[in-house]
Structure formats: structure tokens, C-alpha cells
């Protein structure tokens, strides 16, 4: 393997494992992934995941309607503790 390329995936699959939050075990993966990049790039192709999807108007309904709802409950959970009456997702 060419070392520039070699080095290119290394700190690729580094920046993925930290972007996960450092998890332990999946060293093979973030490489994976890393190298799947890298060989797109080399390409000159476009990731499928990397493609934004087009906005129309049943997707800017449907995410109103999921903030509205409060489904986007990821936000702002972290300030609750575990104990505390939101965490079985039931109102007070």
C-alpha cells in the first residue's frame, strides 16, 4: 500500500474513531470506512451518504412536524439526569 495512502486512511478512520467518541473494538471498521472514503476521493465519486437528499415540501412539513412534536428530544436530554421524572419519557 502507497504510504501517503496508507497515512490518508490512518487519520481518516483516527477522525472517525473520535467523531464516535472513541469507542473500543471497532478499529476495523473506522478503517474500513476510512478506506472506503479514501478510494471514492481517489475516484472522484460522490459517497452515496454524502449526497444530500432534495428538500420538497412533504420533508419540510414532515420535519416541522417532528420539532413541533418535540420528537427531537436528543437536544437538550443531556441536561436531565437519569433519575429525574423526562427519562421515562412520560410528562410530569
Not at 35 to 58: K, L, N, Q, Y
Request: proline share 5%; charged share 35%; net charge negative.
Amino acid at each position: 500500500m502507497d504510504h501517503d495512502r496508507e497515512r490518508t486512511i490512518r487519520e481518516r478512520a483516527h477522525a472517525i474513531w473520535e467523531r464516535e467518541g472513541r469507542p473500543e473494538g471497532r478499529h476495523e471498521e473506522h478503517w474500513r470506512l476510512a478506506s472506503d472514503e479514501v478510494e471514492h476521493d481517489e475516484s472522484g465519486s460522490v459517497m452515496p451518504s454524502m449526497v444530500p437528499e432534495p428538500i420538497t415540501s412533504a420533508s419540510l412539513a414532515s420535519g416541522s412536524a417532528e420539532r413541533s412534536s418535540g420528537s427531537g428530544a436528543s437536544s437538550g436530554s443531556g441536561d436531565r439526569d437519569a433519575g429525574s421524572e423526562g427519562a421515562s419519557g412520560q410528562e410530569p
